[in-house]
C-alpha cells in the first residue's frame, strides 16, 4: 500500500504476512515522520481515498483487510483542522 504525505511524497510498505492492523500502520507512519504515535493521530487522520466519500480508518485494532482496503490501496495522512502547522 501507499500513503501519500501532507507535504505531497509518497511512501510504500510492502507488509509481509497479510495486511497490518491500522495501528501498526500508525507506528509506521509516525517513525517515518519522527513523531511520537499520540502527536501523529492528534495532528493527522488516516484517511481510505478509495471510499466514497474518503473515510479515516478509525478502528485501531482493525487491520487493512477488515476496514475495507484491497492490496495496493492508497491511503492519505490528512491534516487535522486545527491540528497540523
Do not use: C, H
Not at 8 to 21: F, L, M, N, T
Not at 54 to 62: I, N, Q, V
Amino acid at each position: 500500500f501507499s500513503v501519500r504525505l501532507p507535504a505531497g511524497g509518497v511512501v510504500q510498505a510492502a507488509w509481509q504476512g497479510g495486511r497490518p492492523p491500522v495501528w501498526a500502520v500508525l507506528g509506521w507512519l509516525a517513525a517515518v515522520l519522527k513523531l511520537d504515535v499520540d502527536e501523529l493521530i492528534g495532528k493527522y487522520a488516516l484517511v481510505d481515498r478509495s471510499s466514497l466519500p474518503p473515510r479515516e480508518l478509525e478502528d485501531e485494532a482493525a487491520t487493512l483487510r477488515a476496514a475495507g482496503l484491497a492490496a495496493g490501496a492508497t491511503l492519505l495522512l490528512q491534516p487535522r483542522a486545527g491540528g497540523a502547522p
